[in-house]
């Protein structure tokens, strides 16, 4: 028996290959297939810097926390040209096997979700979801701050007044707007040379929530050109449920305390 190729081996390039079986004789189907796998992967890249970015601001060391953000913003743009990749595809070509995915969804995906709770939007209906009835990872990753968690924590430590609230909630809450963590944000952006590691945070955190809310938009473009005003499958109604969570936005404050500014 001739042995695999050490890339072969090393990375199971022979099994990844076989993952992909098209359900139908439609020539976009493999196509779908291969990136919702590529996306899938990406996810997991994404929240595995975004750990390490927590765990950094766990330690107070912002320039490593930095370094992870970093990495996962470029992960992050890959992520929007997936949606590019897609859009090649046309209106009837994606009809013509979309039938084959019954139920399927990506609200359904574990890493998708995961991701979403790594950053924070950990609504409720989803959290006592993933309870009853969710995957392991995202059960552990309820059991543990978010990133946004970590860095208001991190904040605290440094003298900064970041209300009790915020800090003292469990793990599994979803932050909320706080006008003095709005506050914090103010103070850190007035005076960023005194600031600097706080500003550099808070820059490298804005840049993921740009690039998730850029994934978003791009998303939605996507299913408009692709289904119109069709409901979306696994049980949503499509571009409508798109446009709605598209005016969600990760650090609220982040966004919010500009306007004081």
């Given at each position: 028996m001739t042995q695999a190729p050490e890339y072969v081996a090393y990375a199971r390039m022979d099994e990844l290959h076989e993952l992909q079986n098209p359900r139908s004789d439609a020539r976009g189907e493999l196509n779908f297939i291969l990136l919702s796998h590529v996306k899938e992967l990406l996810f997991r890249a994404v929240t595995d810097d975004l750990d390490t970015a927590r765990a950094g601001l766990g330690r107070d060391d912002v320039p490593d926390a930095c370094l992870a953000l970093a990495r996962a913003v470029r992960t992050q743009r890959v992520l929007v040209a997936c949606w590019e990749s897609m859009n090649g595809m046309s209106a009837d070509e994606f009809v013509a096997f979309r039938h084959v995915l019954g139920d399927a969804s990506g609200v359904q995906s574990f890493?998708?979700?995961?991701?979403?709770?790594?950053?924070?939007?950990?609504?409720r209906d989803k959290v006592d979801a993933t309870y009853v009835d969710g995957h392991p990872l995202l059960r552990a990753e309820l059991a543990k701050p978010s990133l946004y968690d970590a860095a208001l924590a991190h904040l605290a430590r440094q003298g900064y007044a970041v209300p009790a609230d915020c800090l003292e909630k469990t793990p599994a809450q979803q932050h909320e707007l706080s006008a003095g963590v709005e506050g914090v944000w103010l103070e850190v952006y007035r005076d960023s040379t005194k600031h600097h590691a706080a500003h550099r945070l808070g820059e490298a955190l804005l840049e993921v929530a740009y690039q998730f809310s850029h994934w978003r938009a791009t998303h939605l473009l996507v299913v408009e050109r692709m289904l119109g005003g069709k409901n979306g499958t696994g049980g949503s109604d499509g571009a409508p449920w798109l446009r709605a969570i598209n005016e969600h936005r990760f650090f609220p404050e982040l966004w919010t305390f500009r306007t004081q500014l």
């Open positions: 890493a998708y979700r995961t991701l979403e709770f790594v950053m924070g939007n950990r609504p």
